[in-house]
């Protein structure tokens, strides 16, 4: 279909391993159980080189007929469907599979990962958990003992060799499809998620390479008020400098064995990341890392009455309690906080974090004061942190003027910690994360030959645009996300270094938008479109076809759009239901992930006036 519409790049979200508890939320593609395992549910059983058992065929034939009448995927049954007719295949041919000379060849080529992973499904599967710290063996990784899964004396050797050659399967029809592709001049570009899962084969095997204590999101942004948790750890990018990055460098080697150009999610993460206590639940209580924090003595040269009390616990008195809790302030304040009886309150010490407050719910469920008690629990001024030196150092908490606690401050101290808050945030940092950046980016990057693009949107440093200027990577320019203090980005703005789209996997599609904000809208329909009057109530088809060409129309080096948005062009092919079209709401965490496209490829490619008018603004868009 690329090739019938002239397009010449394909992009593909995160394709590893999510396999954690056989479940919906395995479905999230950033959360990789293995930074090199691809993933099971894109194994195509049909294609595997062996058949199925003649016995299971029909069943087979049904469960495949009946998911595909689904509009979203059944992420549940589809994973369980695959793992009993793939191991049904296994068990059949097991004694062909095992002489098989390529497939041995496969995993020595591989076995530095390989083994590992497959010793990870193989317990994850026997104690019904990823997380090894629950295991009641080999908690702690020694290769020594691992070895053994793929001896054939070992209990575990079949279930280690099924994992296994279903990574050799998902390779071998991988680089089929990628070889088919470039056969026809298209490019691939995959994407690199910026973490790894908590409860993967990495954190299992290599713990000193990541902060375990610690987890990894984003501040407050355009998708959410408070923040965004992904639970990842953080790097420990000390322990990765040593030996020169071998991590990084080995990840991007097999990356390369399948694609041309890859997409760095959430590239910020070099530079810097926003890190939250295991203590916190919502982004809201992070802060920068590494960052140049606030010390004791720089309150005092700017005058601040530091009280580590007052500025680093939840700030709490009587008319916080009625405003947050009205008539039920009396029994929230006795079950979980104190009373100092002064007009001020604490929370109690098995209340006294977001964690143990969602603790405590998951027993006793009150979703209207588990919210109000955790939105509390932030109501502070600053973090503080232990750094590994053993000094205490602060954090200004985001959006720091918007907490009630600020708001009880007198007017000239509001003033003395806002002017901090601002140099924490907006001035202060960017050297730092300059050099940080600069010292992992080249050499990393170095070990590829694929066009690196990043995600660069959220909160972005001046610090971001210059080193990927110098360093070549590719910027993301999404219109509804502009960086600048603007309602939307002008794709004729960009440069030649830019990857420009009308939309993302974590925003609304285009359709959706259009309802979102009328009065931004009608501004954009006015202002961006150049059309008169009021903007009609849907998103129509030759208005979506304006914006896909205006993305096309400019210097950038690739406009690549979601498929939604082609299809949004077609009044036939739009999906009639426009809320079954979008992928990801990062602010609902964990989030299901079951987008469908509703045509089939093949109904797809008969659309020959549809193809040839998206091939037709291709051909021109090159030529201007």
Known sequence: WAKETQLSILQILPINDTTANYSWTDSYPYAAISVYALHPQYLSISQLEYSLPRDLVEEYNSQKDELN?????????????????VKAVFEEHQNEILKDRNFKKFIKDNEEWLVPYSAFCV???????????????????????????????????????????????????????IDYTHGLGISVKGDLPIGIYRYSVEAWTEPELFGMDFQAGAPPDQFTDLGQNWEFPTYNWEAMKEDGYRWWKNRFKALEQYFDAMRIDHILGFFRIWRMPMSATQGILGYFYPAVPVRTEEFYHRHIPFDEYRYCQPFINDQILWDFFGDERDAIQHQFMNNHFNGTYSFKEEFDSQRKLVDYFKENPHPWAENQLISLAANVLFLKEETENGETVYHPRFNIDKTSSFQYLADWEQRAIYDLYVDYFFKRQDGLWYQKAMEKLPMILNATDMLICGEDLGLVPDSVPVVMDQ??????????????????????????????????????????????????????????????????????????????????????????????????????????????????????????????????????????????????????????
Request: net charge negative; charged share 20%; hydrophobic share 35%.
């Open 123 to 177: 317990l994850r599967d026997k104690y019904n958990t990823p997380n090894f710290n629950d295991w009641k063996t080999h908690k702690k990784y020694i290769a020594g003992k691992i070895a053994p899964f793929f001896s054939s004396s070992s209990k575990d050797f079949e279930a280690s060799m099924l994992h296994a050659w279903v990574q050799y399967q998902l390779h071998l029809q991988l680089k089929e499809a």
């Open 69 to 85: 009448a689904l509009s979203l995927i059944d992420y549940e049954k589809m994973i369980s469907g695959k793992w009993k007719f």
């Open 471 to 624: 360093l070549a990577i590719t910027a993301l320019k999404v219109q509804r996300m502009p960086s600048d203090d603007i309602p939307w980005y002008n794709p004729k703005d960009a440069g030649y270094m830019n990857v420009v789209t009308a939309s993302s996997h974590d925003s609304s599609t285009l359709r959706q938008w259009w309802h979102e904000d009328r009065n931004l809208t009608q501004q954009y329909y006015n202002q961006q479109l150049g059309q008169q009057g009021g903007a009609p109530e849907q998103l129509e088809s030759h208005l979506a076809e304006m914006i896909m060409k205006q993305h096309l129309y400019n210097d950038a080096m690739l406009a690549i759009f979601p498929i939604q948005e082609f299809l949004a062009t077609d009044n036939e092919l739009a999906n009639p239901n426009i809320d079954e079209e979008r992928i990801n709401n990062p602010a609902v965490f964990p989030h299901y992930w079951r987008y469908r496209m509703h045509l089939n490829l093949e109904s797809l490619m008969s659309k020959e006036d549809f193809n040839q008018k998206i091939a037709g603004w291709v051909t021109d868009s090159n030529r201007a």
